[in-house]
């Protein structure tokens, strides 16, 4: 009797549910296919389309009527849920074509109802991707230890975007023991085939640890000596394009702050190949075979080349005398970072000189590839609006009074309200990221929603900084769409001031941000920055344990650098806005469809 319910319970619960789900009236045109077939009646062909026509019709019926209803049924806030499967008209190929075709404004309707962000079910060509938009449920993401380990998308960019060779991803595939000092129980990988601990620990101790501060003023340096040999005049120089500027001048300062000078001086072109890298990443992401494209794969060659040569140099020349009084950097490895990767990631089974060249790219893009377009975009927002250049120009000066800008202590630069606002809302604006999360292990509970072990989750960053309902826009002066410098300053004397819309605060526990002792030191309560209570909502370095390393180095980067073009130049930008293109969407700040021709001089003191 007992084992008689136990084989009939889970059928009459897929039968039931099937009828729920409208699983079973999906799959109608297979009996009325197999019919016509059968009796081949005069016009077989007409009725057969006429058949998927209406099953098309029937399907799209069904799926939307379960995505409303699951949406207006009352569900409890820690129900832990499947997230609803947004509607498709044809099994299989599911929403895969409105997916492909335009990306960003399909996801943003697949992951709101009634304008406020939600989760759902995308399916294409029989797959199943979660996706989570609404905030209460990413901020639970980021907190979640079994989703800590970037590995599964890891193989991916490895594999396709940096051409690591499949015996090398093999280890990072077999990693199932997590990114912290002590493995995931059930793991039994050896400590030296670790790659996810090993690579986490030294990026963490050395962009976020120990080792930011003098990487921080190696680029400071790097970034001034560079500017002074531009020979910049307090006469007018035209230039051609402020995005070329600044991936040249800018982004060869961030290389050489962690790479060291010896890999620029010996490879010229290093710059110029990396950029070309950028180019091609949107075509290495959707697997274009090198056979049809072999353009796309040269510049990622002649990179992984470069830094094959360099490595042999730095061997050859490299002494325990060459580092700096501050124990970080040096001039042929550049710093203790790139030092730890030749001695730990060399150690790993099958690492040899080529994949480590490949993962080092992996590192200098992901140093640049964001960086510079965000610090470029600052500075044009700052030079676009004489009133808000004004005031940057202000504080600087009282900075420059107390310390000087070149000696300036880069946290203390951190904390400056409007040019951190400034850095905050460029992020918000153009950061259009893609997050992936996985357990491997066990289904995840996250609050109103879950995600059932071993299926993917997907969140981004584009949709929720675009998100009407949260972003403070002082009553539609500052749509969401705009730049507002000032959106991430809170001041204690205008309630409809900070980040978040006033409508927001209160609901699921949002509350106004607090100073944290910021306001001015006369006690004057001035305006201060601070993102708290925006956890799920701006995230363009992701979050949780996996959230980008080198964000504090990002930060003192484009504040820097904004302070001291503001500071020390006139720049004068001969277009008035910046229209990207969206295809790149996903994978970071998005492309410029065109040039930004400008003139620069340096000011007079
Ligand atoms: C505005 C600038 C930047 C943005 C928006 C950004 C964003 C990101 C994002 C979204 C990730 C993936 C996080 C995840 O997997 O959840 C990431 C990873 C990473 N970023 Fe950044 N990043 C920036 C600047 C930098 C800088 C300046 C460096 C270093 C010098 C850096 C180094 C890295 C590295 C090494 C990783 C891979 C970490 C890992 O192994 O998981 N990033 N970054």
Not at 36 to 42: E, W
Not at 401 to 420: A, H, I, Q, T
Not at 555 to 579: C, G, H, P, Q, W
Request: proline share 7%; aromatic share 12%.
């Amino acid at each position: 009797m007992a084992s008689k319910t136990l084989l009939l319970k889970p059928l009459t619960m897929y039968t039931s549910q099937s009828l729920k789900n409208g699983v079973i009236f999906r799959h109608l045109w297979i009996p009325a296919l197999v019919c016509l077939y059968l009796t081949k009646p005069n016009g077989a062909l007409s009725a057969s389309w006429v058949v998927l026509l209406i099953q098309t019709f029937l399907n799209y019926a069904i799926t939307a009527r379960s995505w409303h209803s699951a949406h207006n049924d009352k569900v409890q806030a820690d129900q832990g849920q499947l997230p609803p499967q947004y509607p498709s008209a044809i099994p299989y190929l599911g929403n895969a074509v409105s997916f492909a075709w335009n990306n960003p404004s399909f996801l943003s309707k697949a992951t709101s109802y009634n304008g406020t962000l939600t989760a759902s079910r995308i399916s294409f060509l029989g797959f199943e991707i979660f996706a989570f938009q609404d905030r209460q449920t990413i901020a639970k993401i980021w907190k979640q230890s079994t989703l800590s380990s970037p590995i599964s998308i890891y193989v991916y960019v490895l594999k396709y975007f940096f051409g690591l060779p499949d015996d090398v991803v093999s280890i990072y595939r077999a990693d199932n023991s997590g990114p912290f000092h002590k493995s995931y129980g059930g793991s039994n990988v050896p400590a030296g085939e670790r790659i996810d601990h090993i690579t986490h620990r030294d990026l963490l101790q050395s962009l976020g640890g120990p080792g930011r501060l003098p990487t921080t003023r190696r680029y400071i340096n790097a970034l001034s000596t560079r500017l002074e040999q531009q020979g910049i005049s307090e006469d007018w120089t035209e230039m051609a394009d402020l995005s070329e500027f600044f991936r040249d001048i800018v982004g060869s300062s961030l290389i050489e702050c962690v790479f060291g000078p010896t890999l620029l001086r010996l490879n010229p072109n290093f710059m110029k190949d990396l950029w070309g890298f950028d180019a091609s990443v949107p075509w290495l992401a959707r697997a274009v075979p090198s056979f049809l494209m072999p353009s796309v794969y040269k510049p990622r060659q002649n990179c992984v080349d470069q830094l094959k040569r360099w490595y042999e140099y730095a061997r050859d020349h490299f002494e325990e005398s060459s580092i700096s009084a501050d124990g970080d950097g040096d001039p042929f490895w550049g710093s203790k970072l790139i030092r730890r990767r030749q001695e730990h990631l060399l150690a790993v089974p099958k690492h040899d000189d080529d994949a480590l060249a490949r993962t080092d790219l992996g590192l200098a893009w992901g140093a640049v590839g964001n960086t510079i377009p965000c610090t470029m975009l600052s500075v044009f927002h700052i030079f676009k609006d004489p009133q808000l250049l004004l005031r940057v120009r202000t504080d600087m000066e009282r900075l420059r009074r107390d310390d000087g800008l070149l000696e300036v202590d880069p946290d203390k630069l951190n904390k400056e309200p409007l040019l951190s606002s400034i850095y905050a809302e460029t992020l918000r604006l153009y950061v259009k990221t893609y997050f992936m999360v996985s357990s491997p292990q066990a289904d995840v509970h996250l609050g109103k929603w879950s995600l059932p072990r071993g299926r993917i989750g997907l969140m981004n960053a584009g949709v929720s900084h675009m998100d009407k309902t949260f972003w403070n826009s002082q009553s539609g002066q500052h749509p969401v769409g705009s730049f507002w410098a000032d959106r991430f300053l809170t001041d204690p004397r205008d309630p409809q001031s900070g980040p978040i819309a006033p409508e927001a605060l209160g609901s699921s526990g949002v509350t106004r941000p607090k100073s944290h002792g910021l306001e001015a030191p006369q006690g004057t309560p001035a305006p201060f920055f601070s993102m708290d209570g925006t956890e799920g909502s701006w995230f363009p370095y992701g979050g949780g344990h996996s959230i980008c390393p080198g964000r504090v180095l990002a930060k003192s980067v484009i504040l820097f650098t904004s302070a001291l073009l503001a500071s020390n130049y006139d720049i004068e930008i001969f277009s008035d806005k910046v229209e990207m293109s969206t295809w790149r969407f996903g994978l970071g700040v998005g492309e410029l469809k065109h040039a930004l021709p400008f003139r620069i001089r340096r000011r007079q003191t």
